[in-house]
């Protein structure tokens, strides 16, 4: 079992910077892929960034390539989302996400998100 527990999230203005946070916890969870997703009201969840164990492999949606960076702290089970140059539609609630393997078509666990505003 694997808890994971995000901060971070908050009201910024367009063009602004965040950082979220999620800490996991439970057995090997510093061996878990870990990823971002979002939800905005109304849509579906959708995936933001994806690094596996090691921290050595990214992926990113097309729409936060060059504006969002995913990086992890093993030693610290925590895992970032550097947020810049932020837009309106990034308002969203921010999942974070683990998983034992690397097929994000499934998920094995959840955060309990944190929600992004961002004001024009």
């Known amino acids: 079992q694997v808890q994971l527990v995000e901060s971070g999230g908050g009201l910024v203005q367009a063009g602004g910077s965040v950082r979220l946070s999620c800490a996991a916890s439970g057995r090997s969870s510093w061996s878990y892929a870990m990823g971002w997703f979002r939800q905005a009201p109304g849509k579906e969840r959708e995936f933001v960034a994806t690094?596996?164990?090691?921290?050595?492999?990214?992926s990113y949606a097309d729409f936060v390539k060059g504006r969002f960076t995913i990086s992890r702290d093993n030693a610290k089970n925590t895992v970032y989302l550097q947020m810049d140059s932020l837009k309106p539609e990034d308002t969203a609630v921010y999942y974070c996400?683990?998983?034992?393997?690397?097929?994000?078509?499934?998920?094995?666990?959840w955060g309990q998100g944190t929600q992004v505003t961002v004001s024009s």
């Open positions: 690094i596996n164990w090691t921290g050595g492999s990214t």
């Open positions: 996400a683990a998983n034992r393997n690397p097929d994000w078509r499934t998920v094995d666990y």
